[in-house]
């Protein structure tokens, strides 16, 4: 399993042409996204009240991503994370499920990242703005406490 995830985090930290070296137009992900919470495959007791990701251009070619939830109990919970998407590790801040992300951007409107806490690999999940950039979906790889892996996709409206 261990092994599998440094593939993946190696293969996502290749040194291929970023597509945010030279944009013509500002990404579809640059903006707000609110998670549909009415989607998710959680049961509806242990679902987030909210999810909320921001991404912004944090300048210099860099990005930052911020994430926040508010838990079930009400409790809001939140990371932030400032990168080049090219790939290569970048600390995270905060409280939620990753202390370190590597993202990558292979084409417009299109997100990778490989997320790690503690220095165990994480999940790997893929970014994607739909045609009409009004909404997205996030498919997430991960492996359950028995080491088989699985895969869900989550479910984004565009807030801003």
């Given at each position: 399993?261990?092994?599998?995830?440094?593939?993946?985090?190696?293969?996502?930290?290749?040194?291929?042409?970023?597509?945010?070296?030279?944009p013509s137009h500002p990404s579809p992900l640059l903006g707000v996204w609110s998670v549909d919470v009415?989607?998710?495959?959680?049961?509806?007791?242990?679902?987030?009240?909210?999810?909320?990701?921001?991404?912004s251009d944090a300048?210099?070619?860099?990005?930052?991503?911020?994430?926040?939830?508010?838990?079930?109990?009400?409790k809001a919970v939140q990371a932030t994370s400032t990168y080049t998407p090219d790939g290569r590790a970048t600390p995270v801040e905060g409280n939620l499920e990753a202390d370190m992300v590597?993202?990558?951007?292979?084409?417009?409107?299109?997100?990778?990242?490989?997320?790690?806490?503690?220095?165990?690999?994480?999940?790997?999940?893929?970014?994607?703005v739909a045609a009409d950039g009004q909404t997205m979906s996030e498919t997430v790889v991960f492996f359950t406490a028995e080491g088989v892996p699985?895969?869900?996709?989550n479910y984004f409206n565009r807030v801003r």
């Amino acid at each position: 399993m261990k092994a599998l995830y440094a593939v993946l985090l190696a293969a996502a930290a290749t040194n291929a042409p970023s597509a945010f070296a030279a944009p013509s137009h500002p990404s579809p992900l640059l903006g707000v996204w609110s998670v549909d919470v009415a989607k998710l495959t959680t049961p509806p007791a242990e679902r987030p009240k909210s999810v909320t990701i921001t991404y912004s251009d944090a300048g210099a070619g860099q990005w930052r991503t911020h994430v926040e939830v508010v838990l079930p109990d009400g409790k809001a919970v939140q990371a932030t994370s400032t990168y080049t998407p090219d790939g290569r590790a970048t600390p995270v801040e905060g409280n939620l499920e990753a202390d370190m992300v590597a993202t990558r951007l292979p084409e417009p409107g299109v997100m990778v990242t490989a997320l790690a806490r503690g220095g165990q690999p994480g999940s790997m999940r893929t970014y994607t703005v739909a045609a009409d950039g009004q909404t997205m979906s996030e498919t997430v790889v991960f492996f359950t406490a028995e080491g088989v892996p699985a895969m869900r996709t989550n479910y984004f409206n565009r807030v801003r």
